[in-house]
């Protein structure tokens, strides 16, 4: 992957660009380049990748294992009562 200093085809702003997978004519930036329609979608290999893990993925499975807690928590409850009786 090469990637110049120069004009953004899509934006039009002087930023490091590389050449578009889908349009090879034009140069595209890394932001343009992430939030086209077409990335990872259509275009299958996009000049421009994210390697991190989304944030919002994080997040999410930290929400489902304090929602699996309480549901853990609550059939405890469920069976000591149960037992009582
Ligand atoms: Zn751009």
Redo the contacts with the bound molecule.
């Keep these: 992957m090469t990637i110049y200093w120069e004009r953004?085809?899509?934006?039009?702003?002087y930023?490091p660009?590389s050449r578009c997978a889908m349009f090879p004519e034009l140069s595209?930036?890394?932001?343009?380049?992430v939030s086209c329609p077409l990335w990872m979608n259509t275009c299958k290999s996009p000049t421009w990748k994210i390697s991190t893990k989304p944030v919002s993925l994080q997040l999410k499975s930290r929400g489902v294992s304090a929602e699996e807690r309480k549901r853990v928590f609550e059939e405890l409850m469920k069976s000591l009562e149960s037992s009582k009786s």
């Design positions: 953004c085809d899509f934006c039009g702003l930023k660009t595209v930036d890394f932001m343009c380049c």
